[in-house]
Structure formats: structure tokens, C-alpha cells
């Protein structure tokens, strides 16, 4: 009886969650507000803080959803005016957010994030070791401009494809020529029942084995155990190579995921002296230790599941290369054909983006009372790094995505009528593949954060943390 109470429970954990925590912890502003109306504001806020941490943690709703809390919660319980709530869900970090999605948006469009994590495999060879560290290093670089998720569905149905070749011939399959067909460029979640690490090699939509048996009595040789143990484990490894290296790519850029820009929204806030931290701080702070932590996690990750011996397994030891798995990915890498004009027009306006952001302020230049770079010709503090990401965001809407017809623009092979053609970007596509909900979610995380003090409770904790003065830094770092 007991267990199908938990059982039911459990299936209903998010409407309890949604309906429990609002309910244990609304004493907190109602005793406040009767004993000690001094301290009403910091118990509201405090209120607020642990629905938010609640609801983030369990999902009681979307995440985005629980990041216009502080919309309804705080103009209500008097914590802040709405008209003040309402400015942080579009500040100049988010816009500068918005404005880098913008371009990788772009990016996926022109299916120009496959083309360079395709180029990367191709160098680093075939080899599992090899493979994996390839994979890791194209998924960290592409994490480092356009979203985590994207990322990861975007390689992983590649890495199926490409473990698939790899043991192809451990399950008795010729090498004829692969036929499979790379997709994923989709900004969509990776639905990871799809992968059967348990088992054979995945087959993805995006993975098609079109060998067909000669004869209905023509039976697959079995696979030892040895050689199943370790395709599994590669299996495992290669996709935890994609997630690790994922999240490890996005710290190297201020827009590679939505924390850094908290962080450097809140060093502003709480040191209000400070010269803040720009797109090229950021980046060499970080650049450094995200090489670091790749390379350790490709060790890691390689020597646990591709074995801590490299005999047989790299190049320099004489190996054995396994040609089906490089076939797969020359033959997808080939199927994109030459760079097209929207390719390089992409390319073009990433690059300019990435020089606007890191000559707009060289602060290690002294030039008196303006900075040396690019904004040294405007007034000092109105050009950000949003105002170079939303300069290139628009260019993409009016940047033509083909040659122009008109005049000498026109090709002599070119008999359509002279007219328009279609920008690099479009709003449909922006539409389709945005993620809004990052928007709302750092906005939410903001308005909390300056909830948290304008009521007066980061301050009150502050107090309370100072009793801790006497302990070891890193104690208190720990705690």
C-alpha cells in the first residue's frame, strides 16, 4: 500500500512540487510581516529565492516559465515596482546574447557548423583515441559560439554514424563504399533513448545502412565477447566525449552559455569601479583553462574507455587504421560540396564579429581617458559588445545569401529575371530556431538577482557570513 502511495506520488512529483513548496515556505513572509515589518522585504525575497531554486531544480514548470516568477511575485509582495522587474529581462547582457545567437543561428542555416566539425575528424584520423579527440575538439569550438544543445545534436547522430563504420567490420560487414547521410544541423534536443549503448550501433534517421543480404541464408559471424564489451564502451565514451566537451567549450566565451553572462553582469553590479568584463577579458581568462580542461577530460574519457594502452591503436604505433569510419566522414564532408557564396558570406561577418569584439577596448593600452580600439572614436561607455553583435545580427537579415542578379553582378549563364535574392537570414528561420526561452531564463535569473538586492537580503547574508571571518578561504570557498 505504502509503495503504490510513493509510486503515485512520484508520477505526480512535479504537481507536488509546484503545490508544496509555495505552501512550506509561505510563513516566512507571513510571520515577517506581522513580527518584524523591517525585515518583510528580505523574508519576501528570500520566499521568492526558494520557489525559483525549486522549481529550476525539479522543473516543476519550463525553466523559461519559472524565470517570469519575479514578474507576478515581486511587484505583488512589494519586493519591487514592476516597471523595474521588467528592465532586467532585456539588459545589455542579454542583448548581447541575443545578438551572438543571432549569428549562430546563421551558422546552422548554412549548415556551416557541420562543415567544420566534419574538417576536424578528417584531420585527426580514425583511430577510437583519435576519434574521440577529434570529436571533442570540434564540439568544444562550435560550443563556443553557438548553444550547448545545438551542439549536441548536431555531433551526435554524426558520432553514430561514424562508431557505426568503426565496427563495421567486428559484425561481419563488407567495406563497400558507406551510404550513410549525416544530418543533425536541426537546433533541437537529442532524444538519447535513441542510442543503444547496450547493443549494436545506433541506427539514427540520419544513419542509413542501405547493404541489402544476397540471399535470405546469409548469416552476421558472432562477435566474441571481448570485441562487443569494447565497441560498448567506445560507445560510452564517445558520447560522453560530445556532452563533456559541450559544456567545457562554452566557458571559453563570454556568449558561449548563459552562466558567463551572469557572472559578468553581477562582477558589474557588485563592483561598480571595476572596467567590467568585455567579450576579450573573458576570453583570454578563460581560453586557457577550457584547453586545459579538455585536454584532461580527453585523457580521462579516452583512457577509460578506449584503454590505456595506445599499442594498436594510434598511428605512431603501426596500427591497423580502420578506413570504413574515414569513409563515412569523407564521403558526408564531400556530400557539402565546395564552400557556397553563403558559406563565406557567413564566415565573413562571424570573423568581423569576433574582431569587433575583441578590438572594441584594449585596456592594456593607455590612452588617457578613452580607451584604445575601435569605440575610441564614440563617446566612452555607449558602445558595448551588444552593439557589435546586434550591428552584425542585422547585416544577416540584409546580406544577400546568393550572388545578385543586377547589372555586372550577373553570371552569362544566369537567364532568371534580375531581382532580389533572398538575405542570409530570414525571420521564419529565426522564428523556427531561436531558443527564446534562454532569453526569458537569463532575464528571470537577472530580476532575481537584483530582487535580491534591492530587498536588502544579499546584504542581511553578507552579515551573516562575516561570523566566518576567522576561517581558511578556501573553507569558506568549499562551504
Known amino acids: 500500500m505504502g509503495y503504490n502511495v510513493l509510486k503515485e506520488l512520484w508520477a505526480f512529483r512535479k504537481s507536488v512540487i509546484f503545490w508544496f513548496i509555495p505552501i512550506a515556505a509561505c510563513p516566512l513572509p507571513i510571520y515577517f510581516s506581522v513580527a518584524d515589518d523591517d525585515f518583510y522585504k528580505q523574508a519576501a525575497c ?46 545589455d547582457t542579454n542583448v548581447l546574447f541575443l545578438g551572438g545567437l543571432m549569428v549562430a543561428v546563421a551558422i546552422e542555416h548554412v549548415n556551416l557548423h557541420k562543415r567544420v566539425a566534419l574538417r576536424v575528424l578528417l584531420l585527426v584520423g580514425s583511430q577510437p583515441r583519435w576519434v574521440m579527440l577529434g570529436f571533442m575538439i570540434a564540439t568544444a569550438f562550435l560550443s563556443m559560439w553557438i548553444s550547448n544543445t545545438a551542439t549536441t545534436a548536431m555531433m551526435t547522430p554524426i558520432g553514430a554514424a561514424v562508431l557505426a563504420e568503426l565496427y563495421k567490420e567486428e559484425d561481419g560487414q563488407t567495406d563497400g563504399d558507406p551510404t550513410q547521410h549525416v544530418q543533425g544541423e536541426d537546433n533541437e534536443a537529442v532524444e538519447l533513448e535513441g542510442i543503444d549503448v547496450e547493443g549494436k550501433p545506433p541506427v539514427y534517421d540520419a544513419v542509413a545502412d542501405n547493404t541489402e543480404h544476397e540471399t535470405d541464408t546469409q548469416k552476421q559471424p558472432a562477435i566474441d565477447n571481448k570485441a562487443s564489451s569494447r565497441r560498448q564502451s567506445m560507445q560510452k565514451g564517445l558520447m560522453l566525449c560530445i ?29 561598480k569601479d571595476s572596467p567590467g568584463i568585455d567579450f576579450a577579458t573573458w576570453f583570454f581568462f578563460a581560453a586557457p583553462g577550457m584547453v586545459i580542461t579538455l585536454i584532461l577530460a580527453w585523457l580521462w574519457l579516452s583512457t577509460l574507455y578506449a584503454g ?21 566522414i569523407r564521403k558526408a564532408y564531400d556530400e557539402l560540396g565546395p564552400i557556397t557564396f553563403a558559406e563565406g558570406a557567413v564566415i565573413f561577418h562571424f570573423l568581423l564579429l569576433v574582431l569587433l569584439w575583441f578590438f572594441r577596448e ?21 558602445v558595448t559588445d551588444a552593439t557589435a553583435a546586434i550591428i552584425i545580427a542585422f ?34 528561420t529565426i522564428h523556427k530556431k531561436f531558443p527564446w526561452d534562454i532569453v526569458l531564463l537569463i532575464g528571470g535569473a537577472f530580476a532575481l538577482a537584483d530582487g535580491v538586492e534591492k530587498s536588502g537580503l544579499s546584504l542581511w547574508l553578507g552579515q551573516q557570513f562575516s561570523k566566518l571571518a576567522g576561517i581558511q578561504p578556501w573553507i569558506i570557498c568549499m562551504i
Open 46 to 91: 528570500a520566499f521568492v529565492v526558494i520557489i525559483m531554486a525549486f522549481y529550476w531544480m525539479f522543473e516543476a514548470v519550463p525553466l523559461a516559465v519559472t524565470g517570469l516568477i519575479p514578474l507576478i511575485l515581486f511587484p505583488v509582495m512589494g519586493i519591487q515596482p514592476s516597471s523595474d522587474v521588467s528592465k532586467n529581462y532585456l539588459k
Open 362 to 382: 584594449l585596456q592594456f593600452v593607455d590612452l588617457g581617458e578613452k580607451q584604445a580600439g575601435w569605440t575610441y572614436f564614440f563617446n566612452t561607455g555607449y
Open 243 to 271: 556532452a563533456y566537451a559541450a559544456n567545457i567549450g562554452g566557458t571559453a566565451t563570454l556568449t558561449g552559455t548563459g552562466p558567463n553572462l551572469i557572472v559578468a553582469e553581477q562582477m558589474g553590479i557588485l563592483f
Open 308 to 328: 590505456c594502452s595506445c599499442a594498436g591503436e594510434c598511428a605512431c604505433c603501426g596500427g591497423k587504421k580502420r578506413k570504413g569510419a574515414e569513409n563515412v
Open 395 to 428: 547585416a544577416l537579415f540584409v546580406f544577400p545569401s546568393r550572388p545578385p542578379r543586377f547589372l555586372c553582378c550577373r553570371s552569362k549563364d544566369d537567364v532568371e529575371k534580375p531581382g532580389p535574392v533572398p538575405a542570409l537570414l530570414d525571420w521564419g
